[in-house]
């Protein structure tokens, strides 16, 4: 019987630096056999090895139509991560996945769809909004919603501005503490709920970030009448197994590797107010 | 299923039990005092075992005490279940050797797979054990080195005769008596014991032993036996169902009260025979060329348990004795169908601290009785 815990051997294709702390590696599984069973949906992700120092989960943030190319939007900011972001193209590591249930991109083809993130840039809603635009004709309207605490906080300002311009499509960003160079909200991110083009009967949202901030958009969200079975959670915990065995990632009964990390919000809707789960 | 009519092994042959076991091929453990408790450690000899050992415990509270009974089985349970068997405390999964031009090779650790069989299992263990099977043994991700240990595990439970003060098995269903999941099982009298097999591993060793029918006389023994044991325990759980009362009661203050005694130090959670919780950790070897990826048992109780870059989910002792209550007996039926607590009261002895799980569930879900 084979061990689920065993990683595969993947080769760094690509080290593209997003911003001081933000890089991604695209990434390609050694063994050929492996390499072409792969498939994943947005959403899911990987565990991803580091040589010496060990495992962290981090979601596929390419485009499922290629899964012989897999890209992982990381920041730089505990000992493996740090360690991740000085591996160079043409060094390896180790990949096992994917784990965990993804966006609901089938169920909301011929809808709106929302995206909400805070925070330093959500890369498991990035993977959604490029599905989306690779797929333009099977969805409505695409708005991006992007809250940040400081201005110089946002990453990929050239993909919003460029967003932006197309059609059917609205990018609207918000920024707890302005700068000299943000032309956009100063404020809290659900203030520009109200400058979003929301038909409530037919829209998926889907959001990503700091829990407060998630609180704040579901509780604005279902006032201005999205049914709350359309809105999906990307949440985050500790996690060493991603199959269910560790303990570390439990919501209650649910193991996120296993029954998230995405949610529909009203499976986790009796615990998401309480704070220590 | 259990044989109608059990036999009778007289007290001077219980070694012909174990010759029969190691020469079927199984490395046969057994309960032996080792440090002041009763912990399973390899059995060859009638000898090793725990002759007229009584434990006493109560909340924070365990001693052996000698007697001149002449049983081996008259204690109710030690610090360990059948979890370190098959859960290893520490073990390796997998190995990974990298060359010098960066090409990694990994290697799944090798899946221990010897026949190992216990004599002395109580009841409330075979059910924490039935528990951690449905945790590790689950499609699509069954763990491989539980599976392998499970399937070579034979087990010789015996009847608890003796619960301790902190025991609670008959509330939680779990006790005194071993029902099910046994190859053989044992019913310890003054001169010897019931025996049935629950298996036809089990039916197979009994063949080679020197039975008697019982008689009716030390079937009635064994009943009132059984009837005492359940009348000695006077803890229990304020229902078999606890999920909705706990998570109704989330800002109760007895979480704050009981964080104020408790020590944050997972004993409670090292002797439960059913809490699975374990942590990666990385073990390079010193010349830079491998590493081991080890597993490792840990606990709701740290601070590292739910560490995310730089923030922690359960900072204080409140949020993870509740994140440890609510699962052990509120979300764990939704898992697993059943509560995960089996009664054996070793989380009340083991604690420094003496916190008893049955006083904080029943102040925490209000009183009266639960589903």
Redesign the interface.
Known sequence: ?????????ALILDRIQESKSIFTLRLQLTDPVRREAFRFEPGQFNML?L?????IPISISSDPHDPETLGHTI?A??RI?QGLSTLEP???L?IRGPYGRPWPLQAAEGHDVLVVTGGLGCAPVVAVINYVLLRREHYGRLIIIQGVKHSEDLIWRDRYAYWSTLPNTQVLLASDHGGPIWPWHVGRVTDVFDDARINPDHCFAMMCGPEGMMRAGIKNLTQRGVPEDHIYLSM???M??A??????C?Y??SFLCRQGPIYAYPAIK?LFR???? | MADAVPGFLPRAALQHLIDALIAAGYRCLGPQERDGAILYDRLTSVTQLPLGRHDRQAPGHYRLEASADPRWFAWANGPQALKPLLFAPTEPLWKVTREADGVMHFSEQAVPAEPTAVIGVRACDLAALALQDAHFMAPPHADAHYMARRANLFLVAVNCTHPADTCFCVSTGDGPNATTGYDIDLSELEDGFLIQAGSDEGRQILASLPLVPASTRQIALAQSQTDKAIAAQSRSLPGHNLRAALFANLEHPRWQEVADRCLSCGNCTSVCPTCFCSSHNEVPDLSGTSSEHVREWSSCFTLDHSYMHGYVVRPDTRTRYRQWLTHKLGSWHEQYGRSGCVGCGRCVSWCPAGIDITEEATAICGGGQHD
Not at chain 1, 51 to 55: A, H, L, N, R, S
Request: charged share 15%; glycine share 22%; aromatic share 10%.
């Open positions: 019987m084979t061990s689920p815990y065993v990683p595969a051997e090895y040589y010496g120092v060990g495992e920041r900011v505990g991560s043409g060094q390896r180790g985050e915990r500790n060493q197994c199959v269910g065995h560790c303990g570390h439990q209650g009964a009796p309480t704070r220590g789960f």
